[in-house]
Each structure stands twice: as structure tokens, then as C-alpha cells.
């Protein structure tokens, strides 16, 4: 078992957490598509180096080559995840305070979870979208800031697009990295 890996899924959620007051702070003074560009290649240059520092790679596993089958899936995530995604976050924040942003982004595992169950036909469990239902229904209460007028509801409806696009993301890459270990 990889000893690491707890700890490398800590350090991930802490640096994601940090990323959204990090953008509130940059967003103003910076178009939100450049922004967001900025943002994923800082964190492709983090990775690179992490990989290139070598403590977090694992030697022994083998890589499987991605099919002709696969790129359409492959290509729908990067755009849902990594263009979608990352842009309507940055809109969204642009007009949204830190402290929604970050509640709504909880918002994320639902949308994973439910596109899985009815696109994908994952197994379904009553507990788990009782879960599901707490967390919007908290998130809601939580991020809730008075009366809604349609300029204070456009940046939490982005935020809310973003989740959607990287519950597809994280849906179809899990489509592909099954399709190329079965």
C-alpha cells in the first residue's frame, strides 16, 4: 500500500480549498479566462515538477496506452474539466463572495454522484442521496444571502455549471481510465 497517499489527498484538498480565496483575490484584476488558464498551468507545472522530483510516482506500476476508443471520452473531459469547468468557476467568483464559492463547491460530489447514477447507471443507494440532499440543502442555507435579484444569482448559477462540468469530468475519466486496465 502506498503510505503517502493519505497524505498526498490532504495536501490536495487543502490546496484546492486555498485556491478559490487565492482567485477571489486575483479575479478582480484579472480576466476570469486568463485567470483560469493561469490557475490549471500552475497546476500542470506543479505536477510536472512533483513527477519530475520523482517521490510520487510509482515505478512498478505499467502504463497502458490509450485506445482510438477512448480519445472522444478523453477529449470530452478536458473539456468539461479543464476549459468548462475552470472558466464558469472563474465568472462565477468574479460576482460571487469566497465564502459562497467555497460552499457551493460541495456542490461538485453531488453532481459526480448523480450524473453516475443516471447517465452512467451506477449503483444506487438511498442513503447516499440522503446525503446528497443534506449537502445542496446546506449548501443553499449556507451560501443563502437575502433577497435574490438576478445579477446576485448569475455567479452562484456559474459556479453551480462549474461542479456540473467536473461531475462530467470525473465521470469520464473514470470511463477511460477503466476502459485501459480492462
Known amino acids: 500500500m502506498n503510505h ?13 480549498g486555498l485556491s478559490t480565496p487565492f482567485a477571489k483575490l486575483l479575479v478582480g484584476s484579472t480576466n476570469p ?3 483560469a488558464g493561469l490557475l490549471y498551468c500552475g497546476a500542470g ?19 497502458v496506452p490509450l485506445g482510438r476508443k477512448d480519445l472522444g471520452w478523453l477529449a470530452s473531459a478536458i473539456a468539461a ?8 468557476l472563474m465568472f462565477g467568483l468574479a460576482q460571487t463572495t469566497a465564502s ?11 453532481a459526480t454522484a448523480l450524473i453516475a447514477w443516471f ?7 438511498y442513503r447516499v442521496m440522503l446525503g446528497m440532499a443534506c449537502l445542496v440543502v446546506g449548501a443553499m442555507v449556507l451560501s443563502w444571502s437575502g433577497q435574490p435579484t438576478l445579477s ?8 453551480i455549471g462549474a461542479c456540473i462540468a467536473w461531475g462530467i469530468d470525473n465521470n469520464l475519466t473514470r470511463k ?3 476502459s485501459v486496465t480492462s
Open 100 to 110: 459562497t464559492a467555497s460552499l457551493l463547491l460541495s456542490l461538485e460530489g453531488v
Open 33 to 35: 479566462t486568463v485567470l
Open 4 to 16: 503517502s497517499a493519505p497524505l498526498l489527498a490532504l495536501l490536495s484538498a487543502a490546496l484546492f
Open 176 to 178: 477511460v481510465s477503466l
Open 152 to 159: 446576485s444569482v448569475l455567479g452562484p448559477i456559474a459556479i
Open 119 to 125: 447517465i452512467f447507471h451506477e449503483n444506487f443507494d
Open 45 to 63: 507545472i506543479g505536477i510536472a515538477v512533483l513527477r519530475r522530483l520523482g517521490g510520487f510516482a510509482r515505478r512498478d506500476a505499467a502504463e
Open 81 to 88: 474539466g479543464g476549459i468548462i469547468g475552470p472558466v464558469l
